[in-house]
């Protein structure tokens, strides 16, 4: 399936662009996503953390991905 | 009552008290944060903020619901910048408003405290020989 994944902060530094399309399998954790970006973009695994959102509420590591949900990288917060 | 914004201008506090202000409160609790010179030895030029702008509010209900359920508040405001800040801006806004100030102080620490931690807003440090994303790496 196709998605598509919002990126900020350093995240958009990574992937270069504020969204990045992929083709996955049907039915991807949370947890192997993060294992493919890692694999695609090296400086991922250099954050302190990376957390994945799923239609903008954090998601556990073994949620799974639908082709129309919305997600973004949430790199480390530093608000305020 | 419950408020809250992102903003792409100035923050305007004393828009911020006269809103949070109610009849039956004994006062208002307010946090400032300001854009600091300096950090880790280091001279700071300026800031820039980002957000994942729906759930960053999301995340600031939920963290002001929160605060709501565990002290006995009226109304709470939350007001925090994106884009690019210079030294002395104000990048955040807590204003709390409670019939007692033990419940307004608490409160006004919590969702400051809180929103550091959860809420997806980022912040890059500019130095004059470089940048850095606060606390990316370890």
């Keep these: ?80 | 009552m419950i408020d809250i914004k992102l903003e792409a201008d100035t923050i305007d506090v004393s828009e911020c008290i006269r809103l949070v202000s109610s009849a039956s409160c004994g006062g208002i609790n307010v946090f400032v944060g300001t854009v600091r010179n300096h950090t880790k030895g280091k001279k700071v030029v300026a800031l820039h903020f980002e957000a994942y702008e729906l759930m960053a509010e999301k995340e600031l209900n939920k963290i002001a619901t929160t605060a709501m359920n565990l002290w006995p508040v009226e109304n709470i405001i939350i007001r925090h910048r994106v884009g690019e800040l210079t030294i002395g801006d104000v990048p955040v806004v807590i204003a709390v408003a409670a019939a007692h100030r033990a419940a307004a102080f608490d409160t006004c620490r919590y969702v400051i405290d809180s929103l550091k931690k959860t809420v997806p807003i980022v912040k890059k440090e500019i130095f004059d020989d470089g940048e850095v994303w606060v606390a990316a790496h370890p």
């Design chain 1, 1 to 80: 399936m196709k998605i598509s994944i919002l990126a900020f902060g350093i995240a958009k530094d990574i992937i270069g662009g504020t969204s990045l399309p992929l083709e996955v399998n049907e039915g991807l954790n949370v947890n192997e996503l993060k294992e493919l970006l890692g694999e695609k973009f090296p400086k991922f695994k250099e954050l302190t953390s990376l957390m994945i959102a799923i239609n903008n509420e954090y998601a556990m590591a073994t949620d799974s991905i639908n082709a129309t949900d919305e997600i973004a990288l949430i790199p480390p917060v530093s608000g305020g």
